[in-house]
Nanobody
């Protein structure tokens, strides 16, 4: 069964750092475009960062210069390094990716989400 599993969330003080990881499990051949989204209470889900198959990256204006998305194709993993965290970064963070499985099909998958809380 193919799935995305996030890890690395938690409670951190303002100015601190966290690193989120998203690992694709199952019979995965490759990860195409991958994204990190977040959803704060009472707000819509928003796109935070994207990394393409060719390693091009884009970021929401609110996280530019503070967050870095990266990938490790050997581990079928996408990561989000978050530095200089602010209380407004508090949200559930979701990994989303297009995955090609052993049948050759490419499908879109969501992870279950991981909570990030920035508070003193």
């Amino acid at each position: 069964q193919v799935q995305l599993v996030e890890s690395g969330g938690g409670l951190v003080q303002p100015g601190g750092s966290l690193r989120l990881s998203c690992t694709a499990s199952g019979t995965i051949v490759r990860i195409y475009n991958a994204h990190w989204y977040r959803q704060a209470p009472g707000k819509e889900r928003e796109l935070v960062a994207t990394i393409t198959r060719g390693d091009s990256t884009t970021y929401a204006d609110s996280v530019k210069g503070r967050f870095t998305i990266s990938r490790d194709n050997t581990k079928n993993m996408v990561s989000l390094q978050m530095n200089s965290l602010k209380p407004e970064d508090t949200a559930v963070y979701y990994c989303n990716a297009n995955l090609q499985d052993s049948t050759g099909y490419i499908r879109n998958y969501w992870g279950q989400g991981t909570q990030v809380t920035v508070s003193s």
